[in-house]
């Protein structure tokens, strides 16, 4: 299931740098790929630790 999310967002983020890009802004383009990357892998790394960030740590 993660991988499906995965290839899904990349084909979004490759649409949003290619719609600037053929509209003649392709530093755009770049910068809202690179911002949108950036959120999808900490969406991903929250999704896979989770669990530390909402566990108690017993001593």
Same mark, same amino acid.
């Given at each position: 299931?993660?991988?499906?999310?995965?290839?899904?967002?990349?084909?979004?983020? $490759? $649409?949003?740098?290619?719609?600037?890009?053929?509209?003649?802004?392709?530093?755009?383009?770049?910068?809202?790929?690179?911002?949108? &990357?950036?959120?999808?892998?900490?969406?991903?790394?929250?999704?896979?630790?989770?669990? &530390?960030?909402?566990?108690?740590?017993?001593?």
């Amino acid at each position: 299931m993660l991988f499906v999310f995965v290839l899904f967002m990349v084909g979004i983020l $490759f $649409f949003i740098y290619w719609i600037p890009k053929k509209l003649g802004y392709p530093k755009v383009g770049k910068y809202l790929v690179i911002v949108l &990357a950036v959120l999808l892998v900490l969406i991903v790394l929250f999704g896979v630790f989770q669990d &530390a960030f909402f566990t108690k740590i017993q001593e």
